[in-house]
């Protein structure tokens, strides 16, 4: 792919008031564009030297109007984001403003950059890998610092680093195996025996990358929780104390809540979604009715459940329909309302069903400690992993995956005496599936689509 050549702009920060907006340029023509409206103060001299800040005034050279006071920064290539000669235009932040500028940016020679552009051409440049580019959104995503913390060390190539080393040696491998070819008939068993050895190794490392998704997935999009169970047990007061906050309306009157209430929360670091539902019991009209349909459509794709109970009430045949229909998903029993005096017959639940049962009251507080911590435990195993890479992109995954495929196919061959050329091929492609991961071989479709999912300006 040529690198472009044209200069593009955009409003790099939110549109709305605030104290600073950007409006950043990247291109050959950036530099230009900047001198042609920017008006610096005091000696004009050293006005725009590469990586200072410099205050001034933007403006309308039509009308020679003042747009807004400014502070401009050149970063001459390569040493920028893009690897081109970038400005960047800290205004004021109003929607008058940025636009106004942008305008201005636009009529002197620059073009409207489409989302993600700068970070392509930053990728295109060969100045970061695509699992770094790929980074700058999870980091703008990150909801949670233990996230944040996943993200930064991807944007600073540590994923990328480790799937080059994977690569290497894999490359490395596959030219023994093509020595080994070429030298025909006396290919020794050694080689076979050194290859196989090492391609153990390799899958090893590479099973380790590929199960890390698991947790990857949950940094990336959080964790999905739904709180369920019978009209007025405290689903929505339980919602009301993870968040703090009089969220959601609460009453004595049972089937208070129609509709599904999402919000994000934070547990120990883990982003989790928890949805509040609708009381499951037999309809009393079309608006409950539909409310219902909902729980039972978020229940079908939940990560964990929490079936809520009130253990001041004996048990209802709703509940024990409901509980057999989720025999076999990730739930958590809870007995709400244990300030009230219990009725539930525990050990019937406990014998009956296999989940894990925990007492609270969303009233007082009381367990609510207990329950974030069995909730994180259920969904990290033994906790977040803090050491090694952690994989949070399909996209990194559906390639690693078949990486390994092609590795194990690779040792099949071996294995059963097949000719060297048959495992050269599986060599070759496993080592193509970890260039796609850093973007080293990757379709323009493929490209296209991860940089769409970018916001404008970055
Ligand atoms: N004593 C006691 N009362 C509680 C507790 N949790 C909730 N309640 C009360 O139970 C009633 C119902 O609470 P909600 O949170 O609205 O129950 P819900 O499950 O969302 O009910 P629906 O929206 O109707 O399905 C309210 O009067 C709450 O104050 C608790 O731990 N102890
Ligand atoms: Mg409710």
């Not at 799937?163 to 040696?169: A, E, F, G, N, S």
């Not at 989940?355 to 009233?363: D, K, N, V």
């Not at 435990?377 to 990486?403: D, E, F, K, M, Y």
Request: charged share 20%.
């Amino acid at each position: 792919m040529p690198p472009p050549h044209d200069t593009i702009a955009a409003i790099s920060t939110p549109l709305g008031e605030a104290g600073i907006g950007i409006v950043r340029l990247s291109g050959p023509q950036a530099e230009s564009i900047a001198r042609n409206l920017f008006h610096p103060y005091g000696d004009n001299t050293k006005a725009l030297n590469s990586h200072h800040l410099v205050l001034g005034q933007l403006i309308d050279p039509a009308q020679g109007e003042v747009v807004d006071e400014v502070l401009v920064s050149l970063m001459q290539a390569p040493h920028s984001y893009t690897r081109e000669d970038v400005i960047e235009i800290n205004c004021h932040s109003g929607y008058g403003v940025l636009a106004r500028i942008l305008d201005l940016v636009l009529a002197h020679g620059a073009r409207l950059a489409v989302p993600g552009e700068f970070t392509q051409r930053a990728f295109l440049s060969g100045r970061i890998d695509l699992t770094q580019a790929e980074a700058v959104l999870e980091v703008i995503q990150a909801r949670t610092s233990a996230s944040l913390r996943v993200a930064a060390q991807h944007l600073a190539g540590r994923l990328g680093q480790e799937i080059r080393d994977l690569k290497d040696r894999l490359t490395e491998i596959l030219s023994w195996v093509e020595a080994a070819i070429d030298f025909g008939e006396e290919t020794p068993e050694l080689v076979c025996d050194e290859v196989r050895r090492e391609l153990t190794a390799l899958e090893g490392r590479l099973q380790v990358l590929q199960d890390s998704y698991t947790q990857g997935r949950l940094f990336r999009e959080g964790l999905d929780v739904v709180i369920a169970g019978r009209p007025n047990v405290g689903k929505s007061s339980l919602l009301n104390r993870f968040l703090q906050e009089e969220r959601v309306i609460v009453t004595e009157i049972p089937g208070t809540t129609r509709d599904v209430i999402e919000e994000m929360v934070s547990i120990q670091g883990l982003p989790v979604r928890l949805s509040d539902t609708a009381g499951l019991r037999p309809a009393q009209d079309r608006a409950e009715e539909l409310g219902i349909q909902r729980t039972q459509e978020r229940l079908a794709r939940a990560d964990l459940i929490i079936y809520l109970l009130d253990l001041s009430q004996p048990l209802a045949p709703e509940d024990e329909l409901q509980l057999n229909a989720l025999i076999g998903r990730s739930v958590l029993l809870v007995l709400n309302k244990a300030d009230l005096v219990p009725v539930l017959p525990v050990e019937t639940l406990r014998s009956r069903w296999p989940f894990p049962i925990l007492t609270i009251s969303a009233l007082t507080g009381q367990g609510l400690h207990q329950l974030t911590n069995t909730i994180f435990q259920t969904a990290t195993g033994n906790g977040l992993s803090r050491q090694g890479q952690i994989v949070t992109q399909a996209r990194h995954r559906q390639n690693l995956v078949a990486c390994l495929k092609f590795i194990k196919q690779g040792q099949t061959i071996l294995s059963t005496g097949q000719p060297l050329e048959l495992l050269a091929l599986d060599l070759q492609e496993a080592v193509r599936q970890l260039a796609e991961i850093l973007g080293e071989e990757i379709g323009d479709d493929v490209l296209d689509r991860i940089f769409a999912q970018f916001c404008l300006g970055k």
